[in-house]
Nanobody
Framework: QVQVVESGGGLVQPGGSLTLSCKASGTSSTFVSMGWYRQGPGQERDLVAGIAHQGLTNLKPSVQGRFIIAANNAKNTVFLQMNSLNPEDTAVYLC?????????WGQGTQVTVSS
């Protein structure tokens, strides 16, 4: 059974940085695509960044120039490096893999940007 686990969230001051990781395990398949989403209090889930197996990436305009998404295909692991964080980035960050013919979600990791 495919499992997806996020890590790396926490509390950071405005202007700080965090790197999130998301790993899919329990399969010998390599992911097709993966997306980092976030959901703030009372808000809908929103795509922040995505990456395809071939390396193509896309970023939400508000995080371009601040966030970087990268993958280690061999380990089915995707990273989200977040720089110049501001309070509006506070949310639960979730990752979703398309892998082994399925869409699989992690449980999420909390990111709080506050002084």
């Amino acid at each position: 059974q495919v499992q997806v686990v996020e890590s790396g969230g926490g509390l950071v001051q405005p202007g700080g940085s965090l790197t999130l990781s998301c790993k899919a395990s329990g399969t010998s398949s390599t992911f097709v695509s993966m997306g980092w989403y976030r959901q703030g209090p009372g808000q809908e889930r929103d795509l922040v960044a995505g990456i395809a197996h071939q390396g193509l990436t896309n970023l939400k305009p508000s995080v371009q120039g601040r966030f970087i998404i990268a993958a280690n295909n061999a380990k089915n692991t995707v990273f989200l490096q977040m720089n110049s964080l501001n309070p509006e980035d506070t949310a639960v960050y979730l990752c979703g893999f398309t892998i082994a013919g399925r869409n699989v979600w992690g449980q999420g990791t909390q990111v709080t940007v506050s002084s």
